[in-house]
């Protein structure tokens, strides 16, 4: 519902605010800044086109204009404040870096502080704005809900949610069938379905009664339509499924599918691989070129044998690959059966540092330029640990539709290290599937940027 309106408030919202950025940062320019050479205004372009990137970025991986947020005035608000303070961060970190040219403190001061003002200000005629839209008659969705029952309710909550322009008016359902207090009147009994419409004005009737159930919701389809009043059934399929379900259509054939996943459609898919291949070629020609070398001397003068630690894992569709890592272990006839641990006595000192700091981690850019791997997904597991795992968790080999990932979303929640019990594993595996449902490039995006951040922060489970 109203999801190509929300797109155009989305848009609308990120101009607005762009605008106000660009504004803000052009009269601390004309009040703050004297005449410059051609070079300083190089420098000054280069921050301006900073502050704009960078706004547009956090906005985007930390969803300040998301659906769920913007409907929400005090989500929208305080996602806001968030973000502004990380973008000040950024502003802050890109003028030490930028050392060439001394930047006036008030031009700093008064592009960072009247952003600040104007978003307030934004946020504001936002909320006066989308409370006039809801007053407004020709704009307000009233709905009525046919059917009191658990359905009815949850569908309720959700259109709550939902915000906007919408208004639930009340239920109709015969009164015979109430047995507890309910949130909205129960305004006609179904007779009197297309009347009570009609009074109230409604726009949207939702039946959560099917016709199968009572086949007087055929006739009252008809009238409605004949009454300019939309008709929609809202089926009950938790008789046979305990979870949401997504519909798609070949042709007028409903197709009902357990989860959404977006990875399945080629074009997101080429989207993934091109990231992958874009991101790891950069790192292996800027980073690896001479951090293998480095490293690899490390680990040598330290422990004899091998530089890179190649071990049998799980990928996608249940192939199984070798996934490469900095040995950070002494030679051991344990390694393709038992994890690490904390204190693990097989880790060299080298090997500890490489751990903690997640480096030992970087060859599997080599994997990744090779299609055995993503930058996102699921961490791979070794063979053993799969079947093992699988035996214990439900749903634990739906992840492995996707390729595995040097990185992913449990990961960023705090989900690495060693697993030992159950619930780590099972908590890992939600964490998984809630990827696989939910894939963007923006939340791949969003993803790496909180891996990096982790990597300079310090990981408490990097060990």
């Not at 809202?234 to 042709?251: A, H, Q």
């Not at 630690?309 to 030679?331: D, V």
């Amino acid at each position: 519902m109203n999801k190509q309106f929300k797109q155009y408030l989305q848009l609308l919202l990120i101009f607005l605010d762009v605008i106000l950025l660009n504004t803000s940062y052009l009269i601390a320019s004309l009040f703050f800044v004297k005449t410059q050479t051609i070079g300083e205004i190089n420098y000054y372009l280069l921050f301006w086109f900073s502050l704009n990137i960078s706004w547009i970025l956090l906005s985007l991986i930390f969803g300040v204009y998301s659906g769920k947020i913007i409907v929400d005035f005090e989500s929208f608000t305080k996602r806001t404040g968030q973000v502004y303070i990380l973008w000040v961060v950024f502003c802050l970190f890109h003028l030490v870096i930028v050392r060439e040219v001394s930047f006036p403190r008030s031009f700093i001061f008064f592009s960072i502080s009247n952003f600040a003002v104007a978003l307030i200000i934004n946020r504001f005629i936002y909320f006066i704005v989308k409370h006039y839209v809801r007053i407004k008659h020709h704009w307000d969705n009233k709905i009525l809900i046919l059917g009191f029952n658990d359905t009815s309710k949850k569908l309720a909550s959700y259109l709550e949610e939902e915000g906007l322009n919408i208004e639930l008016v009340g239920f109709i359902e015969d009164e015979g069938n109430i047995h507890e207090l309910t949130n909205y009147p129960i305004v006609a009994n179904i007779n009197d379905t297309i009347k009570i419409a009609k009074e109230l004005s409604v726009n949207e009737i939702f039946s959560t009664i099917t016709p199968e159930q009572n086949d007087y919701v055929y006739t009252l389809m008809n009238e409605a339509e004949n009454k300019c009043v939309r008709f929609k059934v809202v089926p009950n399929l938790s008789v046979f499924l305990s979870k949401p379900v997504v519909v798609d259509y070949i042709r007028d054939l409903p197709i009902l599918a357990l989860r959404s996943d977006p990875l399945e459609d080629v074009a997101n898919r080429v989207k993934k691989r091109v990231l992958d291949i874009i991101v790891s070629s950069l790192v292996i020609l800027f980073i690896l070129s001479w951090l293998i070398p480095i490293i690899g001397i490390l680990i040598f003068l330290e422990s004899k044998g091998p530089i890179f630690f190649a071990q049998l894992r799980t990928g996608k569709n249940l192939e199984p690959f070798y996934c490469l890592k900095f040995r950070s272990m002494k030679i051991n006839k344990d390694s393709d059966l038992k994890q690490a641990t904390k204190n693990d006595s097989r880790v060299t000192r080298v090997g500890a540092f490489l751990r903690k700091t997640s480096l030992d981690e970087f060859p599997q850019f080599i994997n990744v330029l090779k299609g055995d791997m993503s930058l996102v997904g699921p961490r791979p597991h070794m063979v053993k640990h799969t079947d093992d795992f699988s035996k214990v968790v439900d749903h634990y080999m739906l992840r492995q539709f996707l390729k595995p990932g040097i990185t992913g979303w449990a990961q960023i929640n705090g989900y690495r290290g060693e697993i030992a019990s159950a619930d780590q594993i099972k908590d890992r595996v939600s964490s998984d599937l809630w990827y696989l449902e939910h894939w963007t490039v923006w939340l791949d995006l969003r993803i790496i940027f909180l891996t990096v951040f982790k990597v300079f922060t310090g990981d408490k489970n990097a060990y």
